[in-house]
């Protein structure tokens, strides 16, 4: 078990604009459609994101759905009634309509539940903006979900899949395996592995420094197996840049001496289950959430489970007693006598 008590605590519509059949009655040039109040205020707040180093993935997810959100309030008709863009007129009945329209199109619940929570945390920037008096977003209750626990590798069937030999198909295993040992062993994220560079990795405290969501950084320790699979990678590494006559600061690399992507980590860790006989659905993330399932399991309390993943609230690590309860409770039915 690690011991944490070493380390420091729907798609825009272009519009067009078109020359006059008459040139009397208008300019020969067609101005450029004026931008609506909302769509510039949506830019203002996405621009406020970056500011504050949001993750990439949040900004993009956020600019299409409010991207959608503005083209529903700039249409000239919704409802029965005319469109209107002033942030006044919209309440929430407005946003229930906006929701709506995105179920008539298709969207999923959960989907329809990530665009309430953009409009929800652009509304807290326009209230702190001054531009609206409240939040009309808050009075819209979140599409329920069903509660899916991801299906976590038990330690066994990590400790195999760790142990056993790289696939023979494996362009870079002594990469491959560290990239699994780390996944593993620190439970970083996928984006965290792809971002670390040689020069955060503390040998002497054995740990390594992790950047995270809003670029919070944390020292996350690694154990002797981990040390062993980087050591022999870095050897490997050397001998790749040297063929390829390149350098890089980043710690995993491609055969072509580049930054590994986080697209191809998902790939090598699918092949590496697959090919020790876990479930084809592993993915990065899986690896996260059995590294603290596991911690969990061996007695490791919530709070430095907490610290090590680099959760900002605890709410967030406590998912990981309700795998843990599972677990127990599978036990107790297999086992106890009065259980059958």
């Not at 979140?142 to 590798?153: A, D, S």
Request: proline residues 6%; glycine residues 6%; positive net charge.
């Amino acid at each position: 078990m690690i011991d944490a008590k070493h380390f420091r605590d729907t798609i825009p519509v272009k519009s067009k604009t078109t020359k006059s059949r008459n040139p009397s009655s208008s300019p020969a040039k067609a101005s450029p459609a004026k931008e609506s109040k909302v769509a510039r205020d949506v830019a203002q707040f996405l621009r406020s994101l970056r500011e504050k180093n949001a993750s990439p993935h949040t900004i993009k997810a956020y600019k299409t759905n409010l991207e959608q959100f503005s083209d529903y309030l700039d249409a000239p008709t919704r409802a029965g009634g005319p469109g209107q863009s002033a942030w006044e007129a919209v309440d929430h009945v407005r946003i229930r309509g906006f929701l709506s329209h995105l179920y008539d199109h298709g969207l999923t619940k959960p989907s329809v539940a990530r665009a309430l929570a953009a409009v929800r945390s652009l509304f807290k920037f326009l209230a702190r903006e001054k531009l609206v008096k409240q939040n009309p977003a808050l009075l819209v209750s979140t599409p329920k979900l069903p509660k899916k626990l991801p299906r976590v590798p038990t330690i066994e069937e990590m400790n195999r899949a760790l142990d056993a030999a790289q696939p023979e198909q494996a362009v870079f295993p002594e990469r491959d395996r560290l990239i699994f040992e780390l996944l593993y062993g620190c439970g970083i994220r996928n984006s965290e592995l792809t971002g670390i560079n040689v020069d955060h990795i503390y040998w002497s405290q054995q740990g390594i420094m992790v950047r995270g969501k809003g670029k919070k950084e944390r020292l996350v320790p690694f154990g002797d197996k981990a040390d062993w699979a980087l050591r022999n990678y870095l050897h490997a590494r050397q001998r790749v840049l040297a063929e390829q006559k390149k350098t890089s600061p980043a710690l995993i690399l491609n055969h072509r001496g580049t930054r590994l992507t986080t697209r191809s980590v998902g790939r090598i860790v699918k092949s590496i289950a697959v090919a020790n006989g876990l479930s084809p659905e592993v993915h990065p993330h899986t690896l996260r959430h059995a590294f603290g399932t596991h911690l969990l399991e061996e007695g490791a309390d919530l709070r430095s489970i907490q610290e090590l993943l680099g959760h900002e609230r605890l709410a967030t690590t406590q998912r990981y007693t309700q795998l843990s309860t599972r677990k127990v409770m599978e036990v107790y039915d297999k086992t106890h006598p009065r259980a059958k």
